[in-house]
């Protein structure tokens, strides 16, 4: 049982490169989230789903877009990478069928650099 | 406006020793729910411990405790017996509104350092 699965674990763009990051979970969950690890910056949601078809701008969007065409996976893409971007990116999954308190589950994280 | 404040950015605390995280939260709706992450140097996020605003006691998971002070808006996170392995950054975060099922959105602070010494 896997749980929430990002690949890569790793990778190194040049700038104006494109990239997809890969979520896929196990656990039947409804919800899905990118976030965006920085120094200081703490965590930074940048794209979300609610279901399956469904994708929901966050807080910082920009540079960024997902699709989620099938449930149990949740796609990051980068069409132009920046230097801005270099970060770690977080997958999570929430169960919230009925439950709105219930945890995110998290991913291992992706270092992404962008030189 | 920062909705999770979190402001102290590194904390030291001797072995079995106990420390507190702070946390001050802002939000208009009475219904919402406060999580505690931990993230070692290995990465992973790994959820410690839950608060929701109608809780009439404060949440407790083994040597985490949360101080729940909803008049302050705060939700301070206590660690008793401090170990080596509790060295990691810990993030305060929250969801708002529960009159729908609850917001999509978990909003984090930035984190606190905390350092276990030996």
């Known amino acids: 049982n896997a749980g929430v699965t990002q690949t890569p674990k790793f990778r190194v763009l040049k700038t104006g490169q494109s990239m997809t990051l890969l979520c896929a979970q196990d656990m039947n969950h409804e919800y899905m989230y990118w976030y965006r690890q920085d120094p200081g910056m703490g965590l930074r949601l940048i794209h979300y789903?609610?279901?399956?078809?469904?994708?929901a701008k966050g807080e910082v969007p920009d540079g960024y877009n997902v699709s989620r065409l099938k449930k149990q996976n949740f796609l990051l893409g980068l069409e132009s990478a920046a230097p801005s971007q270099t970060s770690v990116y977080f997958c999570?999954?929430?169960?919230?069928?009925?439950?709105?308190?219930?945890?995110?589950?998290f991913g291992n994280g992706t270092r992404l650099t962008v030189t | 406006a920062q909705k999770i404040t979190q402001t102290q950015p590194g904390m030291f605390v001797q072995e079995k020793e106990a420390v507190t995280l702070d946390c001050t939260y802002d939000?208009?709706?009475?219904?919402?729910?406060l999580f505690w992450y931990k993230q070692p140097s290995s990465g992973e996020m790994i959820f410690l411990i839950y608060q929701g605003s109608y809780d009439q006691q404060n949440a407790t998971e083994g040597r985490y405790s949360l101080n729940f002070q909803k008049a302050r808006k705060s939700a301070n996170l206590v660690i008793s017996a401090s170990q080596l392995g509790d060295s990691a950054m810990y993030f305060c975060?929250?969801?708002?509104?529960?009159?729908?099922?609850?917001?999509?959105?978990?909003?984090f602070g930035k984190g606190t350092k905390l350092t276990v010494n030996p």
């Open positions: 939000t208009s709706d009475p219904s919402y729910g």
């Open positions: 999570a999954t929430d169960l919230r069928g009925y439950r709105w308190n219930s945890p995110l589950h």
């Open positions: 975060a929250m969801r708002e509104g529960a009159t729908q099922g609850g917001s999509e959105k978990l909003v």
């Open positions: 789903s609610v279901g399956e078809g469904t994708t």
